[in-house]
């Protein structure tokens, strides 16, 4: 167990609002990752963060932001929900060694 | 363009009945090629890292092993507790970006 906590882990919205999801993190861990899982894709890296403020884009980073403004909290913002963006979203951080990702329980998100 | 491909998409075993995964992959600067096993409703969880060809790696009934072009995660004798979906994924930069095959989901009938 990484400590790694998501929330919420099921929304609900409509398309065109914005939506928020938070990645918690209990261990000091310098990368962390924001992946979506759909069914025929597996999991498609969104955005990554190697440190406070620094951010970086995945394959699939067109509609979200994310921000890392301390350690242990990585966000991830959909500006403004649309029905693709309906998916389970997980978060995931790198341990020290460099080797695997712990990955979060998931964020379940269904867009409208 | 790198890519991970996971064959077969879904695999029925009876309990005891031993077989293989395969992961094919094309990547420029193969920094570890890794396996993880996912249930309904969680997130996937590591098994195995390989990073040279002919590394070999093993953990109960499962043993990973890696060529220059692919990987097969072979399970020997399943239980009904094996039955998941098992990831490949493999990194590419310094940075630990990966990418992820598909899944292979496996269920192992008593």
């Known amino acids: 167990d990484a400590g790694i906590t998501q929330s919420p882990r099921h929304k609900v919205t409509e398309t065109g609002t914005p939506v928020t999801l938070r990645c918690h993190q209990t261990?000091?861990?310098?990368?962390m990752y924001w992946y979506r899982q759909d069914p025929g894709h597996g999991l498609r890296l969104i955005h990554y963060?190697?440190?406070?403020?620094?951010?970086d884009k995945g394959e699939v980073s067109d509609g979200y932001s994310v921000s890392r403004s301390k350690t242990e909290d990585f966000l991830l913002t959909l500006e403004s929900a649309t029905s693709s963006q309906t998916s389970v979203y997980f978060c995931?951080?790198?341990?020290?060694?460099?080797?695997?990702?712990?990955f979060g329980s998931g964020t379940q998100l269904s867009v409208l | 363009e790198d890519q991970v491909t996971q064959s077969p998409e879904a695999l029925r075993l009876q309990e005891g009945e031993s077989s293989s995964l395969n992961c094919s992959y094309t990547?420029?600067?193969?920094?570890?090629l890794f396996w993880y096993r996912q249930d309904p409703g969680k997130g996937p969880e590591f098994l195995f890292t390989?990073?040279?060809a002919g590394e070999e790696k093993e953990k109960e009934r499962l043993k990973a092993t890696l060529t220059k072009k692919e990987s097969f995660l072979h399970i020997t004798a399943p239980k009904p507790e094996d039955s998941a979906t098992y990831l490949c994924?493999?990194?590419?930069?310094?940075?630990?970006?990966?990418?992820f095959g598909d899944g292979t989901t496996l269920t192992v009938k008593p």
């Open positions: 995931a951080i790198r341990d020290r060694d460099g080797e695997k990702l712990f």
């Open positions: 261990e000091n861990h310098r990368y």
């Open positions: 963060s190697y440190g406070v403020k620094d951010t």
């Open positions: 990547v420029s600067g193969l920094r570890g």
């Open positions: 390989l990073y040279s």
């Open positions: 994924a493999v990194q590419y930069t310094n940075a630990g970006k990966s990418t």
